[in-house]
């Protein structure tokens, strides 16, 4: 109470005036003035130049970005297969029939893949805002909880509004449709001819996406009761390890977690909570824990076939998006039951949602039906309780069983698994060793395998592969914290000024699918890393939960958004709070105005806040979409080498000095700048590699030589460490002598003197020639000249 | 057809044998052996590039493959960019390595889908020769070992390095 009170008076700037106990009756009405105030101040906001950008609004934005960031493409296909003109081969950049390069193909189809990774998330959040409604009514308020003020970034830079409502979303939702289908118009036959314009309509639909991924994670923190902002939300029991097998499991998978609330709500009501087992695969795991802490994280995607195989599950529930495409025909060769609920995944099941329930129950039990559609979610609750009892019963029917001996026998090394892994994997030497007892090289591909079974698919022996595979793994347990949602604005407040001068290294967004490029466990050694280093660390999604199940990193490190902290925000969906933070510095810290001003919002991130995405896994078209999200608003992001599949990054050139230049508003000059960072979207190979990667797109022109010190430390050690060496551009970062870390200065400095020709004064240890620019502590770049302008008047 | 290559390919690469890839390289003005992550699990690829470093020809050394390197002596031109951004660097015809222009990259130790995109993007757009001398056939290199077995890829590399010529 103490508080409330506390932050009333101070909202109302009343510190010093003494009330006594029996006038907080009026508690009420004082908020509700307050509130009033607020409203009135936050309606006279300035609304910047671009409210609900259209399409072309902001290209202006887009190739500044694309002018430093040139788009790099590498095919995956020399021909065009979209229409009956073709197929065209574009090889060598030649045109199509309709005119089209390959170039222009290329960024048509990454646009493509942005709209898809948007539409998803934009589907997502218009079911759950129209379910909520109908729940809890159109008035129902949107609340993150007390120190969340800010409750839309996104929403905010790019709309132009502050919703306060659930109604307020449906204006939203319209707009985000709006935009999606506008970008998917442009990639019809016929329209751009240039890729820079394709490139915009990607980064503009990816725009898009961050809104309608806040749209729907604010809506189920409003309504669900998800914790909110809290640091210390619980840890989540994960991995197949955590089950208990003793009980019927209800295994639920996809990304919308409205089927998983009504079964866990209906287990509540029928005080059977506590006798079944609800699991989760891939995002809807995460939200279903964000809603009940006792639900359980059984793993990324990649757990799919794992767990469909070794038939512990004795139902299986499924919504949306990233599901396997034979999930029922996996199931069907068990008898698992499988239950479909969405309009994007019916899987050719038959609609039962006007049957029976005990009909419907027998037939999924009896294997009469192989699967069903349910779309009440009421009837759905009853119906998987009861189907998951009584299939329970018949677990031990299930054949599970794999003579790995035999299986191991069969194969004759052809090496066409590898020809066909996604990983290119080495399955027939791990096999060759296996069949002279050597299984070593088994066990390594078991922590390696993403177990999609294409393998399986043309091995023309039969083998089991994936069976094998998962036989001589162990059950894995460890816990996730469950999504805590957004930054609070607390929070920003306290690490704001840190981040952007540049004392906090820098903030890194672990986020993405687990198609990891080696062993899952490198994640957790990325990251830790950096936590070791006192980044701070925001994840989401099924990075989220490596972290938890083959990392343990949860239990070691802190959940506050601060420095050497890790924090899980929560589902895809839930990305959003991490674009969200960063734009939340622009406004907490720095006071720009957010409404409707994403250019400029964005232009202070790419030059100020030393945040980089990881997506080590990245696989589906959403993280396409959320990357390159990520990029117009200037945050880069470093992915797996599989990336290069997206077929287009955002790569600098370092040495072409004149793509590395600001306007300087305290100068008035247009001013040469160190190239960072230096990429939009960069692909490594290696975790070494990316660690070192990682540490170099932290840094940026605004950085204090205190800050930029530190980050240098990092560089340099991390150079040293996994380069063998430091850096081949660390030099370009050395703005003053004070750049440099204490301890290496003289080492530094007669690095640069005798390998880069700089001149140093050795009696003062000052350097007098070699910077690109010299350090000026009111140095305040940007990119655009109208915000120059803005702020040079 | 591989997981890593394409259904319609408008040009394949010329599958050679060590000796001729080599003769290729020792005509070539400016050749670059480009190394990957490999080369951080598997000694015998450091010890391969080492050599064809001895031969006169410089090294860009990504995906971290430079410690192991510089722990042989090597002293790669670039030690920490990845292969995406040499890649870019390498489309622009502005690029120079001590003032040359790279006219043929030789490829060893990468993951086999990673490289291939790097090599279709070299084919597309640039006039870089690409040479990859992997275990695994890559169609969209200039030329390329073909697809062997264990054994006989070491054996390859090995008759590959001896017909390099010393570069002066």
């Known amino acids: ?54 399409i072309l609004d902001l290209r202006y934005w887009d190739r500044v970005l694309l002018e430093r960031f040139e788009p790099i493409y590498m095919p995956m296909q020399d021909f065009c297969n979209l229409c009956t003109m073709g197929p065209c081969d574009l090889s060598f950049n030649k045109e199509g029939a309709c005119g089209i390069d390959l170039k222009t193909q290329k960024a048509r189809i990454v646009a493509l893949a942005c709209s ?22 159109e008035d129902h308020p949107i609340d993150l909880g007390l120190e969340v003020d800010v409750v839309a970034p996104n929403i905010m830079t790019v709309f132009g509004i502050k919703p306060k409502k659930l109604k307020d979303l449906r204006e939203v939702a319209n707009y985000v449709e709006q935009e999606i289908t506008r970008v998917l118009h442009t990639i019809h036959t016929g329209q751009e001819e240039s890729y820079l314009d394709y490139e915009s309509k ?33 840890l989540i029991e994960s991995g197949v390890g955590a089950l208990d097998l003793e009980k019927p499991v209800i295994l639920v998978i996809g990304h919308n977690v409205v089927p998983a609330r009504f079964i866990d709500d209906y287990l509540r009501e029928k005080d059977l909570h506590d006798l079944i087992e609800i699991a989760g695969i891939c995002c809807t795991a995460i939200d279903t824990t964000r809603y009940d802490a006792k639900a359980k994280i059984v ?88 189907t998951a009892f009584k299939s329970f019963l018949r677990r031990s029917r299930r054949n599970v069983s794999v003579n790995v001996e035999e299986e191991i026998k069969k194969c004759v090394n052809c090496g066409r698994c590898v020809e066909n892994c996604p990983h290119s994997l080495r399955i027939d030497l791990a096999f060759a060793r296996a069949k002279n007892g050597d299984f070593s090289l088994l066990k390594e591909l078991e922590e390696t395998c993403i177990a999609c079974g294409r393998c399986e698919q043309v091995c023309h022996r039969g083998v089991r592969i994936v069976d094998v595979i998962v036989r001589i793994g162990e059950a894995k347990r460890g816990k996730v914290r469950a999504g805590r949602g957004p930054i609070k604005d607390s929070e920003i407040r306290n690490v704001g000024q840190p981040i952007v001068m540049g004392t906090i290294p820098g903030v890194i967004a672990p986020v993405g699918c ?6 899952r466990r490198e994640l957790s050694e990325i990251i830790e890393e950096f936590l070791k ?29 601060d420095a050497g902290c890790l924090v899980n925000v929560g589902s895809c969906v839930a990305n959003s709070h991490i674009s969200g933070a960063v734009i939340k510095i622009a406004n907490i810290f720095a006071g720009r105005n957010l409404l409707g001003n994403y250019a400029e919002i964005a232009d202070y991130i790419l030059n100020r806040v030393g945040a980089v995405g990881l997506a080590w896994g990245a696989m589906s078209q959403k993280a396409a979409s959320i990357a390159t999200g990520f990029n117009r608003l200037g945050v880069p992001v470093v992915a797996s080498p599989h990336c290069l599949k997206y077929r287009r990054g955002y790569v600098g050139k370092f040495w072409k000095r004149d793509k590395w230049w600001v306007y300087d508003i305290k100068s008035g000059q247009k001013v040469y700048v160190e190239p960072c960072p230096d990429a939009l979207i960069v692909c490594a190979e290696t975790k070494e590699e990316a660690i070192v990667l990682l540490a170099r797109l932290c840094f940026r022109p605004a950085d204090t030589y205190l800050g930029r010190q530190i980050k240098l430390t990092h560089y340099l050690e991390l150079g040293k460490k996994y380069l063998g060496c430091y850096p081949d551009d660390w030099h370009l970062f050395v703005r003053t002598e004070q750049d440099l870390p204490l301890k290496m200065r003289d080492e530094l400095l007669q690095i640069l003197e005798e390998e880069h020709g700089w001149k140093i004064d050795w009696d003062k240890k000052k350097i007098l020639e070699g910077p690109i620019r010299k350090y000026d502590p009111g140095f305040n770049p940007t990119l655009l000249k109208d915000i120059y302008e803005k702020y040079r008047r | 057809m591989s997981v890593y290559a394409d259904v319609q390919v408008s040009r394949s690469a010329k599958a050679l044998e060590p000796e001729k890839l080599a003769k290729l390289v020792n005509m070539s003005k400016y050749p670059v052996l480009i190394t990957g992550g490999k080369l951080l699990e598997n000694e015998k690829l450091v010890d391969v590039a080492v050599r064809i470093n001895e031969k006169g020809i410089d090294v860009i050394a990504c995906s971290a493959s430079s410690k192991p390197l510089i722990e042989r002596g090597v002293k790669p031109k670039f030690t920490t960019f990845s292969l995406h951004y040499v890649t870019q660097f390498m489309l622009d015809p502005d690029f120079r390595v001590e003032g040359k222009s790279i006219d043929l990259a030789i490829y060893l130790g990468f993951m086999p889908y990673y490289l291939s995109r790097v090599l279709s993007a070299l084919k597309h757009f640039s006039k870089i020769k690409t040479v990859a001398i992997e275990p695994f056939y890559h169609p969209h290199a200039s030329f390329s070992f073909p697809k062997v077995k264990d054994e006989e890829y070491y054996e390859m590399l090995e008759r590959f390095v001896g017909a390099l010529e010393v570069r002066v």
């Not at chain 1, 907080?24 to 309606?43: M, T």
């Not at chain 1, 990607?202 to 309608?212: C, F, K, Q």
């Not at chain 1, 004795?314 to 239950?339: F, H, N, T, Y």
């Open chain 1, 202 to 234: 990607a980064l503009h639909v990816s725009m898009i996406d961050h809104v309608a991924m806040e749209l729907a994670d604010i809506v189920q923190i409003s309504c669900l009761n998800y914790p909110k902002g809290d640091p210390d939300a619980p």
């Open chain 1, 533 to 561: 280093r006192r980044y701070i660390v925001v994840t989401s999604g099924c990075h989220a939960m490596d972290l938890g199940i083959e990392g343990g990193l949860y239990e070691k490190y802190g959940g506050d958004f």
């Open chain 1, 1 to 54: 109470m103490a508080i409330k009170i506390e932050d009333v008076l101070r909202n109302m700037k009343l510190e010093n005036v003494n009330i006594t106990i029996g006038e907080i009756v009026e508690e009420g009405k004082v908020k509700a003035e307050a509130e009033e105030r607020k409203e009135v101040r936050e309606e006279s906001l300035p609304v910047g130049p671009t409210p609900k950008p259209h």
């Open chain 1, 514 to 519: 687990p198609n990891y490029p080696r062993a």
């Open chain 1, 116 to 137: 898809i990774g948007a539409s998803a998330h934009a589907t997502h959040g218009r079911h759950l805002l129209e379910e909520m409604i109908k729940e809890f009514g």
């Open chain 1, 299 to 386: 793993g990324t995607l990649s757990y799919q076939l794992r767990i469909v195989r070794q038939g512990f599950a004795d139902l299986i529930v499924v919504d949306e998006q990233c599901i396997r495409a034979d999930l029922l025909r996996e199931c069907s060769k068990l008898g698992i039951p499988l239950i479909v609920t969405s309009e994007a995944s019916v899987r050719g099941c038959e609609d039962r949602t006007n049957d029976d329930v005990n009909d419907i129950v027998d037939d999924l039990v009896n294997g009469r039906a192989k699967g069903v559609l349910i779309r009440d979610m009421e009837k759905l609750a009853k119906v998987a309780v009861k």
